[in-house]
């Protein structure tokens, strides 16, 4: 996913609005993909004075974009690769 349509998906969610001055927000997705899209929305959150407390991501979708050169930031905090839920203190 390209820059420029991570921030449409943004727009479209009014993020980071929608998020500000709340407790915990929760954002779901339906492709990880390389996991550009997370660490964008993290970003995104981190740079945010107005931000939740608490940022929670649910993504569905498959771990194998893994094993592309560009997931090295992914693989450094997330270095399991099994099924389920994880967490990330990021």
Do not use: Y
């Not at 929608?18 to 660490?39: L, S």
């Not at 939740?52 to 979708?61: A, I, N, P, S, Y």
């Amino acid at each position: 996913m390209t820059d420029s349509s991570t921030s449409a998906l943004f727009v479209l969610h009014a993020l980071p609005s929608r998020w500000q001055d709340k407790h915990v927000f929760t954002f779901v997705d339906h492709c990880f993909g390389d996991g550009a899209r997370v660490f964008a929305l993290l970003r995104l959150w981190r740079e945010d004075p107005s931000r939740c407390e608490r940022l929670h991501v649910v993504v569905t979708g498959g771990l194998s974009l893994l094993d592309a050169p560009s997931s090295e930031n992914l693989k450094n905090i997330w270095p399991m690769r099994m099924p389920g839920v994880h967490r990330i203190d990021a």
